[in-house]
């Protein structure tokens, strides 16, 4: 009778241990997923968004015009980097609320400087270059209706 009991306190222990295992791993990646989403988010803006909002719509609108130039293909490789990295929160790679709350009202405002340069480029590109990115800021639209309400 008391070797069943400690064997049930045993058993009872081990999944214990197995449950806090599992807890502790899914908040480990909850948090590994926040701090890519971060660290990708500040790579892109510093290697390819601030590229962007520096240059001259104008100056976009010219290279547009001449897909041969090395300028358009500058931009056409950015808008790749930018979609790459909209695919991943649109697969739940990144964490969308992360980015939300970083990137909002400068990454999908249509009147920010960021966006508006980016729909010359898109205007000349085909779908396959903007489905994440426009599913991205629809859903950031669709979360900022959501907190208005």
Not at 5 to 10: E, K, T, Y
Request: a positive charge; hydrophobic letters at 40%; proline letters at 1%.
């Amino acid at each position: 009778m008391l070797s069943t009991i400690i064997d049930l306190i045993s058993a009872l222990g081990a999944v214990a241990a197995v449950i806090v295992g599992i807890i502790t791993y899914t908040k480990d990646i909850r948090r590994k997923k926040k701090q890519d989403t971060l660290e990708a988010y500040s790579r892109l803006q510093r290697e390819v968004i601030f590229d962007i909002v520096t240059m001259e719509k104008k100056d976009i609108q010219e290279a547009c015009k001449h897909k041969v130039s090395a300028e358009y293909k500058k931009l056409t490789q950015q808008l790749i980097e930018i979609e790459m990295f909209c695919s991943g929160l649109e697969n739940n790679i990144y964490d969308f609320d992360v980015f939300f709350d970083t990137a909002q009202d400068y990454f999908d405002n249509p009147k920010s400087v960021l966006r508006p340069r980016l729909e010359i480029v898109l205007a000349t590109k085909d779908e396959r270059y903007q489905k994440n990115l426009y599913a991205v800021w629809d859903k950031m639209a669709k979360k900022k209706a959501g907190a208005k309400r």
